[in-house]
C-alpha cells in the first residue's frame, strides 16, 4: 500500500515551505478535499505528501465599504450563511447555493473550485461578473490577478509551483444574479450557468458564462448591448441572441451545443432582470 506523510501547517510561511519538499508532482495539496481526492488512483507520480490547508489562519471573510475579501479556504457554506451576502451580492449567495450539496458545501471551497478551474464551475461565472481578483501568494512574493487571466481551462489556472491562493477579492456590492439549468438539480453538475452583474461605478454591465468550453467566459459585446441599470425587452433580447451566438459551446452528455445556446438566451433575459429586481438593484429603494 502507498504511504505518504501527511502535513497540516497553521501559518504561511510553513505551507509554502512544505511545498518545495521533494520533487515536482509528488506533493498533494487539499482544501476541502472534495475533487482532489477523486484524483488519488491512477496517479503517474507517487503521492510523498498531502499538505491540507485546513489549519491556515485563511478562513477569512471581510467587508470593507463595498468590497469583500473571502479567504480561499472558508467553507462555501459558512460564506453562504454570512448575513450580508444575499442583500449586498445576491448574484454570489446564488452561485455557492448552486454548488453540491449542503454537505458537500460544508467541506468545499472557493480555492478549491477555482483551481479545479471546471467548464461547469458555478462560482467562476459570478466572479467573472464580478470583477474578482484572486490574491495568490509564493516564496517569492504575493500578486493579484484578475479571475480571467488566472481561470485558463480544465485543471488549468495561471497558479504557478509553489505557489497558493490565499483569498479572492470582489471590489464593489452589485445588484447580479446567477441562473443555472441542470438535468438533475439536487446531484449534478450546470449545463449552462449565467451570472450578471451591474456596476454602478463602471455604469455597466458583466455578463459570464458557464459550461461553456474550455472555460467560463466573459461577454463583452453583450454587455455593451444593455444600456442601463433597466434595459428594456428589446435590448435584452439583441444581448441574449449576441450572447447564444458567441458562446463556444459543445456538445456532451449533458446537453447539446444547440440546446446550450437556447438556455443562454433565456437563462440571460430572466437573470437580468431578476438583478435588476432585487432590493440592492440601483435605483430600487
Ligand atoms: C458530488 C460533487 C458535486 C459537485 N458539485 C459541484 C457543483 O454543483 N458546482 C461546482 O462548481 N462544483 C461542484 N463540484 C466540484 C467541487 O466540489 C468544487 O469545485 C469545490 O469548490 C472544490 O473545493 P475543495 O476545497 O473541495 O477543493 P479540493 O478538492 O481540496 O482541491 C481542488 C484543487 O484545488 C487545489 N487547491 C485547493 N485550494 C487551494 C488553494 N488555496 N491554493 C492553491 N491550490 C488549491 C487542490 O490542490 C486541487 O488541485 C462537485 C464535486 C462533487 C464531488
Known sequence: MATFSFVQPSTTDEALAALRLGEPGETMIVAGGTDVLFGLEGRRIPLKRVVSLRHLPWKTLSWAGESLRIGSTLPLRTLERDPDLRRRIP???QAVRAVGS???RHRATL??????SSPASDLIPILLALDSEVDIIGMEGERSLPVDQFV???RTT??????????????????????????????DISQ?????????????????????????VLLPQAERL????????????????EASMRVPFATDRRATEEYRRQLVATLLQRAVRAAGSHPSSPGVP
Open 152 to 154: 485558463r481551462a480544465s
Open 102 to 104: 449542503v454537505a458537500l
Open 192 to 216: 449552462v450557468g449565467v451570472a450578471v452583474a451591474y456596476s454602478p461605478s463602471r455604469k455597466g454591465w458583466r455578463i459570464a458564462v458557464g459550461g461553456v468550453v474550455p472555460r467560463p
Open 158 to 187: 495561471a497558479l504557478g509551483s509553489g505557489e497558493l491562493i490565499r483569498s479572492v477579492a470582489i471590489p464593489e456590492a452589485r445588484a447580479s444574479a446567477f441562473l443555472w439549468q441542470r438535468v438533475r438539480p439536487a446531484n
Open 91 to 93: 448574484g454570489l449567495w
Open 111 to 116: 480555492g478549491g473550485n477555482l483551481v479545479r
Open 226 to 241: 444593455l444600456s442601463g441599470p433597466f434595459p428594456g425587452a428589446a435590448e435584452l433580447r439583441a444581448a441574449a441572441q
